[in-house]
Antibody, heavy 130, light 108 residues
Framework: QVQLQESGPGLVKPSETLSLICNVS????????WSWIRQPPGKGLEWIGY???????NYNPSLQSRVTISVDTSKNQLSLKLTSVTAADTAVYYC????????????????????????WGQGTLVTVSS | EIVLTQSPDTLSLSPGDRATLPCRAS???????LAWYQQKPGQAPRLLIH???RRATGIPDRFSGSGSGTDFTLTISRLEPEDFAVYYC?????????FGGGTKVEIK
C-alpha cells in the first residue's frame, strides 16, 4: 500500500520560495502520476498541478507562472517549488497519487491529462509570514 | 474552468438519517468524471467515489454517487457517527481540475 509523506519548512517569508518534498513508499514513483493540492486554513481544496508518469507536467493556470513540480526517481520523491509567495499561499499542502481520467489534446497546451486522487499524504502546513 | 457549486454549506442531520449532497457544475462534466472525497478535521481527504458512481476500494455501500452532465449527488443511505465530516466533489473531465467548496455534514 502506497504511503506519502510531505516535508519542508513550516514557515516561509513573503517573496521567498516555498519548497516541499513528498516521500513515496510502497510504489515506484515512475509507475504513476502525482499531484500537489493545497488547502488554506478553514477553506476548500485547490489543485496545484501534476507530474505525468512519463515526465511532463501541467499546472493550474492561477499558479502556473510560479510553480514547478519535479520527480527524483533515485529517491522516489516528488517535489514542489512555489516562488514569490505571499500570505495567500498559506495552506496545508498535500501530495497525492493520481488515478487517470482522460487524455486529450489542447491546441495551446498540448496533451493534457486529468485525474482523481486515490491516495493522499497527511499534509504539511506552510505559513507565509515575516 | 469548470466551477463546482456545493450547496448547502452545512447539513444538520442525525445518525441514521439519509444524507443527500448535491454538486452542480457550471458546464457539463466530460465522461461524468466526477469524484467525491470525505475529510475529517486534521486529516487528509479520502476518496469515496469516482466516475460519478464507482465506489473506491474499501468504501461502505451506504455511500453512493449518481448524476450526469452538470448535476451530481452523493448519498449516504444511513448516517453512521463516523460519517459526520466535510464532503468535496471534484471534476476531472477537463483541465484545470477543480473542487467544489464542500458540504459539512454535522450532527443535529
Amino acid at each position: 500500500q502506497v504511503q506519502l509523506q510531505e516535508s519542508g519548512p513550516g514557515l516561509v517569508k513573503p517573496s521567498e520560495t516555498l519548497s516541499l518534498i513528498c516521500n513515496v513508499s510502497g510504489d515506484s514513483i515512475s509507475s504513476y502520476s502525482w499531484s500537489w493540492i493545497r488547502q488554506p486554513p478553514g477553506k476548500g481544496l485547490e489543485w496545484i498541478g501534476y507530474m505525468y508518469f512519463r515526465g511532463n507536467t501541467n499546472y493550474n493556470p492561477s499558479l502556473q507562472s510560479r510553480v514547478t513540480i519535479s520527480v527524483d526517481t533515485s529517491k522516489n520523491q516528488l517535489s514542489l517549488k512555489l516562488t514569490s509567495v505571499t500570505a495567500a499561499d498559506t495552506a496545508v499542502y498535500y501530495c497525492a497519487r493520481a488515478a487517470p481520467g482522460k487524455t486529450y489534446y489542447d491546441v495551446s497546451s498540448g496533451y493534457l491529462h486529468t485525474y482523481y486522487f486515490e491516495s493522499w499524504g497527511q499534509g504539511t502546513l506552510v505559513t507565509v509570514s515575516s | 474552468e469548470i466551477v463546482l457549486t456545493q450547496s448547502p454549506d452545512t447539513l444538520s442531520l442525525s445518525p441514521g438519517d439519509r444524507a443527500t449532497l448535491p454538486c452542480r457544475a457550471s458546464q457539463s462534466v466530460d465522461n461524468n468524471y466526477l469524484a467525491w472525497y470525505q475529510q475529517k478535521p486534521g486529516q487528509a481527504p479520502r476518496l469515496l467515489i469516482h466516475g460519478a458512481s464507482r465506489r473506491a476500494t474499501g468504501i461502505p455501500d451506504r455511500f453512493s454517487g449518481s448524476g450526469s452532465g452538470t448535476d451530481f449527488t452523493l448519498t449516504i443511505s444511513r448516517l453512521e457517527p463516523e460519517d459526520f465530516a466535510v464532503y468535496y466533489c471534484q471534476q476531472y473531465g477537463t483541465s484545470p481540475l477543480t473542487f467544489g467548496g464542500g458540504t459539512k455534514v454535522e450532527i443535529k
